[in-house]
């Protein structure tokens, strides 16, 4: 099921460079439940201490968990899951203040800085950019 959830995610974006967007899944079913409730409610599920909470476990164990089972910090792993749901919002039309707020930023500024970190765009520039380059001119020529 959670694989199934992130290939829908990555499906519902045009191409882009899928090396910016790695959202390491595991079998695990603490890894799993996390993928799923946030992917449903992000706003709900922002820090480690509330995870830790709802899995009965400590911040450093659960911290612990995430590292082995995606080689990324929770942190890093909360932002991948972040970008890839803000550009299923923005490739369908939301504005990038309506896909903050979906997100559970309190500013547009703070949303378009974690952005520019992730993807080293702006939200409208990175967009623009996948509105201007079709997936046959990204490609390069094997004749060159």
Request: proline share 6%; aromatic share 8%.
């Amino acid at each position: 099921m959670t694989r199934r959830l992130i290939q829908v995610l990555f499906d519902e974006l045009p191409q882009q460079p899928q090396q910016q967007l790695h959202l390491p899944v595991s079998s695990h079913p603490k890894i799993r439940t996390m993928v799923e409730m946030m992917a449903k409610g992000p706003v709900e599920w922002g820090s480690l201490g509330q995870w830790a909470g709802f899995f009965a476990m400590s911040e450093r164990n659960l911290a612990r968990l995430i590292v082995k089972e995606t080689g990324l910090s929770f942190r890093q792993w909360r932002q991948q899951l972040q970008l890839i749901m803000a550009l299923q919002g923005l490739v369908k039309g939301d504005t990038v203040q309506k896909v903050a707020h979906t997100l559970g930023y309190d500013s547009t500024t703070a949303f378009i800085t974690m952005f520019k970190k992730g993807l080293g765009q702006t939200p409208g520039r990175y967009i623009a950019g996948l509105t201007t380059v079709s997936p046959q001119s990204a490609k390069p020529d094997p004749r060159q």
